[in-house]
């Protein structure tokens, strides 16, 4: 291959993932997160109190390695443990007020990011990509492959294992 124009747009695809998530580890190593840390961030930003289960059942991991994640971003104060009001056994975890403020930053880093990836684009061409993503989507979730899965399931069977350097 001479060009990157010349490759497959799954090689492209697959470049561009490497890149962002580089991009995405080098804007916070100040916070000492990695991506899979912001995403437990966010989903609970999102959905507020989940149960440990739940939480490794959304991100695709085991109960085990999710309570390494949760212990370090306790000792960071990102979020707290609080027991279930109807079943004291449950642990649910919340984002605490500095996993909030944690969230607007991650917010900033991918604002930060999509700008660079739009950079030379218009208005029209930044919402046809993405509406070209997400019809790209659902056609490979429309493919035989995928007939009776789930999008979580696919991504349990594709996710990288999780990091647990910091």
């Not at 437990?40 to 109190?49: D, M, P, T």
């Amino acid at each position: 291959m001479k060009n990157i124009e010349d490759a497959s747009v799954f090689i492209v695809m697959h470049q561009l993932m490497h890149l962002s998530r580089y991009q995405a580890f080098k804007r916070m190593e100040d916070m000492e997160l990695n991506p899979s840390q912001a995403g437990i961030l966010f989903i609970l930003n999102s959905q507020g109190h989940l149960s440990q289960r739940e939480l490794a059942q959304k991100i695709g991991i085991t109960p085990p390695s999710m309570t390494v994640t949760l212990r370090k971003l306790e000792e960071r104060g990102f979020i707290k443990k609080e027991t279930d009001e109807r079943d004291q056994r449950i642990l649910r975890i919340r984002l605490s007020s500095a996993g909030e403020e944690c969230i607007e930053r991650l917010k900033s880093i991918m604002e930060d990011m999509e700008e660079i990836l739009y950079r030379g684009f218009s208005v029209e061409e930044r919402l046809l990509f993405w509406r070209l993503l997400l019809a790209m989507r659902e056609n490979m979730l429309g493919s035989k492959d995928f007939k009776g899965m789930d999008f979580k399931a696919i991504i349990e069977k594709t996710a990288p294992p999780m990091r647990h350097d910091f």
